[in-house]
């Protein structure tokens, strides 16, 4: 009989407990004040890039696309990696952060293709920017204070919606 005892008691314990931790996360859920999302939204027709905060405009910036044979591509992505003093490689060149740097003073990846790692970023060009030209790789290059508007802003994990229109 003591072993019986032993048992009903460790299950009325375990269904307590569950009782207790689906409590705890329902008030929980129901007391944690709802968090704005942040997101981005790329028009590569319009070739602007709009921040929204719950789906309200806090910011627009005029961006440069990818070029004809380097398309920028459209789809739905998110924010995988955010680098606030990006180093650029190519071809064995290295050039240090700052505002000399191809990808300018901010670098936010947002999709990986094949090889290929499409991000926001800012420019050593800022007249490409301007003029909202097609010229990249596929990236979208901003103008440095831009970008860093837009980095300060967002976290890995924040949407980023691209259309063609």
């Known amino acids: 009989m003591g072993q019986n005892a032993d048992q009903r008691l460790a299950r009325m314990t375990m269904q307590l407990r569950s009782l207790l931790l689906a409590t705890v996360v329902v008030l929980g859920a129901a007391a944690a004040p709802a968090q704005a999302e942040t997101s981005i939204q790329i028009s590569l027709k319009q070739r602007y890039l709009t921040l929204l905060d719950d789906g309200k405009v806090i910011g627009k910036y005029p961006v440069a696309i990818g070029a ?57 060009w800022p007249n490409w920017v301007k003029l909202r030209a097609a010229v990249s790789l596929g990236c979208i290059r901003m103008l440095n204070n831009d970008v860093i508007q837009v980095y300060n802003r967002i976290k890995v994990g924040t949407p980023v919606i691209v259309t063609k229109n």
């Open 68 to 124: 004809p044979e380097s398309p920028t591509p459209p789809g739905s992505f998110a924010v995988t990696k955010m680098d606030a003093q990006p180093v650029y490689h190519k071809k064995g060149k290295i050039i240090a952060p700052g505002p000399k740097n191809p990808v300018g003073v901010r670098y936010v990846a947002y999709v990986q293709i094949g090889t290929g790692e499409y991000a926001i970023h800012g420019t050593a």
